[in-house]
């Protein structure tokens, strides 16, 4: 393989990896939130076509770094204001200094669909 064919394949593989996200919603439909919790209710699809109910706890895939919403876990313990519209989960959450700061997360970003269950990523 040339050197070009090696260097072309080596920058497509790394892409998709950077690039890659959880993204549960292309398989669950019905998406919903419980009142109160940041439970997670969606039906999801198997690989081969049937539909289960699944359900996830947010707090277990979405985490607070200075602030920031990202991929971790136990956001709901640093953050206040919690909400949730359509795939994003928003707060406001404590930087790590007493300043609180808002943030979004797009819970495709942290939430996959294995099989009809939800995960984290």
Do not use: H, K, P
């Not at 690039?19 to 919603?25: E, G, I, M, N, R």
């Not at 999801?44 to 607070?64: F, H, K, L, Q, W």
Request: charged share 15%.
């Amino acid at each position: 393989m040339a050197f070009r064919e090696v260097f072309f394949l080596c920058m497509l593989v790394s892409t998709l990896s950077i690039t890659q996200a959880c993204q549960f919603s292309r398989s669950c439909t019905d998406i919903t939130f419980d009142r109160n919790s940041t439970v997670m209710r969606a039906i999801c699809s198997t690989s081969n076509m049937e539909r289960r109910n699944a359900s996830i706890d947010v707090n277990n895939c979405v985490g607070s770094s200075n602030g920031v919403l990202d991929c971790s876990s136990n956001f709901a313990s640093r953050c206040i204001n919690i909400s949730f519209n359509g795939l994003n989960v928003a707060a406001r959450c404590n930087r790590g200094d007493g300043v609180l700061v808002s943030s979004t997360r797009n819970l495709d970003d942290c939430i996959q669909n294995v099989e009809g269950v939800l995960q984290c990523c």
